[in-house]
């Protein structure tokens, strides 16, 4: 019967090279005050034993977890996965942070909380306790949340907050989403649309009032008809996405496209535009923010606004750990880049 490998440890390392458990850690770290002939002993017994730290290691030699939290919303989330309708935001999120995190020798913890709830602060508090992150990253909505920003702040945690546009304290990333949304709607006006429908997302989220600006300005802009009633409110579900719909195609006079602020309300008003036997794009052309993979697959693809979810969090993770080691970074609020991807959803209106 084959013999297991013994599993090299810190232990090990610093019974070989003759030092403590203490010393071998800050040889990893690059800590202070270990002298030169110290560490050449104990790099050669790592190398000689084939040693890989561990995150235990590691902070034992000071003060730093090599942890990041991500916080994400426990009802969305939970919503999204059970539902299997094809987003990929969570995965696009982790995606960005781990990689970046693998890059620096750090991990990313991944924690589902409800922003609404009275125990909102227990629950953060309890995860802060048993991991002791070196930094947070917040999605949206929690970094418009001053309940949770007050309490990383006043515990002294670094924290990003992806989407949030505000100021407050922490690192402010996004994409510009007023920019983004005036984009689409000069796609649609550069079509030859002068009833451009809006739907709106949720008004907790920072982002969806932002959207609502750009779709605003670029329609002024553009000279086209600004009319309150072609804004129709939705929260980002596809439930509030077809009622929105309906509510715009009742009008007398219609919309000839239908931006809407997500994929699940764009794909619910393609749905509601087949059910009136309308033809997209033919008599309805529709844009999407988003960019989630089952958006490519619909019949016509829809055209979409693609978010940088993972350069964001990539983002995220790198200013917090910068930050960790004592380098100075700014706290001007980072910007990343967009794309519109034109599909087969638009195109110009029947005269």
């Known amino acids: ?33 270990v002298r030169d002939a110290v560490k050449e002993r104990v790099r050669e017994a790592i190398t000689r034993l ?121 690192f402010a990333i996004s ?7 005036a984009a689409a ?24 009032a932002a959207r609502l600006d750009g779709y605003r300005a670029a329609v002024r802009a553009g000279g086209a008809v600004e009319r309150p009633d072609l804004v129709a409110p939705g929260d980002f579900t596809f439930a509030s996405g077809l009622a929105a719909t309906r509510r715009l195609l009742a009008l007398p006079e219609p919309p000839t496209a239908i931006l809407a602020s997500s994929d699940q309300m764009a794909l619910a008003a393609l749905e509601v535009a087949r059910g009136a036997g309308l033809d997209v794009p033919g008599d309805l052309s529709i844009v999407s923010f988003d960019d989630t993979p089952i958006v490519k697959f619909s019949a016509p693809s829809l055209t979409a606004i693609r978010q940088p979810i993972a350069a964001m969090t990539a983002r ?16 001007e609020p980072s910007v990343l880049p967009f794309d519109l991807i034109v599909r087969g959803s638009t195109a110009p209106p029947r005269r």
């Not at 030859?192 to 008004?203: A, D, M, N, P, Q």
């Open 1 to 33: 019967m084959p013999t297991r490998a013994r599993t090299v440890t810190i232990k090990h390392v610093a019974a070989e090279a003759g030092v403590s458990l203490q010393t071998v850690s800050r040889v990893i770290n690059d800590g202070p005050n």
């Open 50 to 170: 084939g040693y890989v730290p561990s995150i235990a290691a590691r902070r034992m030699g000071g003060s730093r977890s090599y942890l990041l939290l991500a916080l994400n919303d426990r009802d969305r989330t939970i919503e999204g996965w059970r539902s299997g309708d094809g987003t990929d935001w969570v995965d696009q999120m982790l995606l960005g942070g781990m990689l970046e995190c693998a890059e620096h020798d750090y991990r990313m913890i991944f924690e589902l909380v409800d922003t609404h709830s009275a125990h909102v602060e227990r629950e953060i508090s309890s995860a802060l306790s048993a991991l002791h992150p070196d930094g947070v990253i917040l999605t949206p909505p929690h970094g418009d949340n001053p309940e949770i920003t007050e309490l990383l702040t006043s515990k002294g945690i670094p924290f990003a907050r992806i989407g949030s546009t505000g100021e407050g304290p922490g």
């Open 175 to 181: 994409m510009d989403d007023s920019r983004a949304a």
């Open 185 to 208: 709607t000069e796609h649609l006006l550069g079509l030859g649309h002068h009833r451009i429908g809006f739907i709106t997302g949720s008004e907790e989220y920072a982002l969806s």
């Open 316 to 331: 995220a993770a790198e200013l917090l750990i910068r930050a960790t080691t004592g380098e100075a970074v700014g706290d």
